[in-house]
T-cell receptor, first 113, second 115 residues
Framework: QQQVKQSPQSLIVQKGGISIINCAYENTAFDYFPWYQQFPGKGPALLIAIRPDVSEKKEGRFTISFNKSAKQFSLHIMDSQPGDSATYFCAASISGNTGKLIFGQGTTLQVKP | DAGVIQSPRHEVTEMGQEVTLRCKPISGHNSLFWYRQTMMRGLELLIYFNNNVPIDDSGMPEDRFSAKMPNASFSTLKIQPSEPRDSAVYFC?????????????FGPGTRLTVL
């Protein structure tokens, strides 16, 4: 019940296209859902996060869509750029605890010029 | 702020040797996490501390792994004896204790190769 399942494992998108990565969870106590971006040779860094009181959050070209009833959330990257090529991790946690994040398996995104 | 600092950045050692990885969290952060990343298993949480106290070490693979946090500004992850299957990138992350933000700040990682 602590798992976060992420798909696809890898994704290839043309420049200007839309990249979509999906995650699903089981634990209804989760109330914080971040996405992390990791470039080769670097540590993951927070990209965008959402809490279940809203169904969508947008920051620039990045949007999280959240479906509480389906226990799913997704990351949409609009107008994908070669500089977006990286590994993306979804995660989930329960507020009020020490901040332990349960990470998905990661999606490697390649944006072709 | 310099961010989370990890050392060494790269470590190559031979099977059976002791390995010590070091981490300096961001000043003022109350929680510290150690992760291991491999192609096969992804990003795995090994152990985390809150206010220097280990909270959950269920991710530590076996007794060969140990972690300490003697004070708020320093933590170590030790592997003794090391084995080739321990080869991975090890990340340290810290998190502030205040507020609702769950953001963890990751260090640059230590790439460990055990021959």
């Amino acid at each position: 019940q602590q798992q976060v399942k992420q798909s696809p494992q890898s994704l290839i998108v043309q420049k200007g296209g839309i990249s979509i990565i999906n995650c699903a969870y089981e634990n209804t106590a989760f109330d914080y859902f971040p996405w992390y971006q990791q470039f080769p040779g670097k540590g993951p860094a927070l990209l965008i996060a959402i809490r279940p009181d809203v169904s969508e959050k947008k920051e620039g070209r990045f949007t999280i869509s959240f479906n509480k009833s389906a226990k799913q959330f997704s990351l949409h990257i609009m107008d994908s750029q070669p500089g977006d090529s990286a590994t993306y991790f979804c995660a989930a946690s329960i507020s009020g605890n020490t901040g332990k994040l349960i990470f998905g398996q990661g999606t490697t995104l390649q944006v072709k010029p | 702020d310099a961010g989370v600092i990890q050392s060494p950045r790269h470590e190559v050692t031979e099977m059976g040797q002791e390995v010590t990885l070091r981490c300096k969290p961001i000043s003022g952060h109350n929680s510290l996490f150690w992760y291991r990343q491999t192609m096969m298993r992804g990003l795995e949480l090994l152990i985390y501390f809150n206010n220097n106290v280990p909270i959950d070490d269920s991710g530590m693979p076996e007794d060969r792994f140990s972690a300490k946090m003697p004070n708020a500004s320093f933590s170590t992850l030790k592997i003794q004896p090391s084995e080739p299957r321990d080869s991975a990138v090890y990340f340290c992350a810290s998190r502030p204790g205040q507020g609702r933000s769950g953001e963890q700040f990751f260090g640059p990682g230590t790439r460990l190769t055990v021959l």
